[in-house]
């Protein structure tokens, strides 16, 4: 560094004292770059012109295997797997000044080989000539190994959408296609080269162009993050496929939209489907249609049956039984005892019939009434009609067990059809007992009904008959011994029926019987 000259020094002394200085000045330059270089984890090295190694820093000696002594005055090119091509690009630095991140490999002595990115400048002196230069080599292992990875992952990607069950495709915000999968390829019957840059509304149909216009509108502006929406596609074969997409915007991280990426599914086969449910359905009703106007000729029919049973049968019945007891008033004394048997045998045929017809009729008019299905409080019922049981016969020895609260859903006027013919049938088949019992009860059940019974101590009936019981007209026991037409459990099944029930029973000879039958809770409780 210059300094004043000291009185009394010579020219001389002068000039050598500041040659020192300049020497000592130089000295700490080049301690301090060589520290700096030598801080550095990538290595470095200067260059002569001549393309000989100058200087080299501590990773230098270690990326190579070879100490600071080995490496100086060696050859740049030496060092790397291809010499040429180092060599070459040393020359361009002294050629270009510059050269940025040209790959390269770098040898160990003991034969590994690293990537490295080479970068090199010259460097000049005051008057612009050039001295030498500066090479930075830079670990490109990281580099390498994550572009491999990322070609891997691209592949592996690509494998996955390709094989996806769904179409994929990707779009430009302008609405281009710039990719597509497999699948989105075979939907629209197009090669990947044949869609790209192409206008995806190009193969979507007319009609669905608008509105899938107006989405994409409202994802670029922001107004929807995605969308789903069903549309046609057309097929390079001129056919036409249903699909479900889903679209999504893709932005950079500015936020401004990049692209749009899209999921699209096919739904031909589910449209068809609901095609063909809706013809079914509206076979299905008209079959309905069809079969309620049966039913309605039907019940007409019966209608008509139920009026010439109720009116034509009972004149002839009416005129039998009368002659029947105008023979046993005004000829009893011609007749001799067979004769005025025959007679009081006719009679009771007829009332017998009579009784008959209106069974039928009953068992028709259950069978055809409307139901008003409202709460009804069986046990009340069933008090009601035991105590008028008991009046009906006062010299029975029998007592009833009722059992309180049963409330349930049903026709006030048809459930109580049921309860009159169980308790009067349980009645009948107790009246030769000493003690009748008869017990109004519930029984357990597990599909949310109610599950009622009604139990005596009666005759019973042999349980391999049972399928008998609710058939009209079938009998298990003798007319003499215990007289009915056999249609009272007939009208008892069809009522339970028509209330979505079931009914069954259980019994054995002499041993008493129990009718069980189900119907839906109340909803509000008890009636008032």
């Known amino acids: ?127 612009g000539s050039v001295l030498g230069a500066f090479a930075a080599l830079r670990d490109a292992t990281m580099v390498k190994e994550a572009a491999a990875a990322l070609r891997d992952s691209e592949q592996r990607l690509r494998v996955i959408l390709d094989n996806a069950p769904v179409g994929i495709d990707e779009l430009t915000t302008g609405g281009d296609l710039v990719s597509a999968n497999h699948y989105f390829c075979q939907l629209v019957g197009y090669g990947l080269d044949e869609l790209v840059s192409r206008p995806i509304s190009d193969v979507i149909h007319p009609d669905d162009r608008a509105a899938d216009l107006a989405s994409t509108e409202r994802l670029i502006t922001g107004e929807l993050a995605s969308y789903t929406m069903e549309k046609r596609f057309l097929r390079k074969d001129g056919g036409m496929v249903w699909a479900e997409v889903n679209r999504a915007i893709v932005r950079d991280q500015d936020g401004r939209p990049e692209g749009i990426v899209g999921v699209v599914r096919d739904i031909t086969a589910q449209r068809q489907a609901e095609a063909d449910i809706r013809e079914l359905h509206t076979q299905l009703e008209a079959r309905v249609e069809q079969r309620t106007a049966d039913l309605e000729r039907a019940n007409k029919n019966l209608e008509a049956f139920t009026y010439s049973v109720s009116h034509d049968l009972r004149a002839p019945l009416r005129a039998m039984s009368g002659f029947a007891e105008a023979l046993l008033e005004d000829y009893s004394d011609s007749l001799d005892a067979h004769g005025r048997g025959y007679a009081d045998r006719i009679q009771l045929a007829a009332e017998r019939m009579s ?157 008493g019987a129990t009718f069980y039958f189900t119907l839906a809770p109340a909803a509000n409780g008890p009636a008032e």
């Not at 001389?12 to 060589?34: C, K, S």
Request: with cysteine; glycine share 10%; proline share 3%.
């Open 1 to 127: 560094m210059r300094g004043r000259r000291d009185p009394g020094e010579s020219d001389t002394g002068h000039v050598v004292r500041e040659l020192q200085d300049a020497r000592r000045q130089i000295g700490l330059l080049t301690a301090h770059i060589r520290s700096m270089l030598d801080a550095s984890v990538h290595p470095v090295a200067t260059i002569g012109t001549d393309g000989k190694v100058t200087d080299v820093n501590i990773a230098a000696e270690q990326a190579t295997g070879h100490g600071r002594d080995d490496l100086i005055g060696s050859d740049f090119g030496r060092w790397f797997a291809d010499r040429d091509l180092a060599e070459a690009d040393c020359a361009m630095v002294f050629a270009a000044g510059l050269v940025r991140n040209r790959p390269h490999e770098l040898r160990h002595v003991d034969g590994r080989v690293t990537p490295v990115l080479f970068n090199g400048s010259v460097y000049r002196d005051a008057a």
């Open 355 to 511: 009784a008959l017809i209106d069974d039928l009729l009953e068992l028709s008019r259950v069978s055809r009434a409307g139901i008003s299905p409202g709460p009804v409080d069986l046990s009340e019922e069933v008090a009601r009609l035991a105590e008028g049981l008991r009046t009906r016969d006062a010299g029975r020895r029998a007592s009833f067990v009722v059992k309180a609260g049963v409330v349930v859903t049903a026709d006030r006027v048809l459930i109580r059809s049921v309860l009159q013919n169980l308790l009067e049938n349980s009645w009948k088949f107790t009246a030769q007992r000493d003690e009748a019992v008869i017990e109004f009860g519930t029984a357990p059940a597990g599909d949310g009904q109610i599950c009622c019974f009604v139990r005596d101590n009666g005759a019973g009936f042999d349980q391999a008959y049972q399928d008998k019981l609710f058939q009209p007209f079938q009998r298990l026991h003798a007319a003499a011994d215990f007289p009915g037409s056999g249609v009272g459990l007939a009208s008892v099944q069809r009522i339970i029926e028509r209330h979505g029930g079931n009914v069954w029973a259980e019994g054995a000879v002499g041993a």
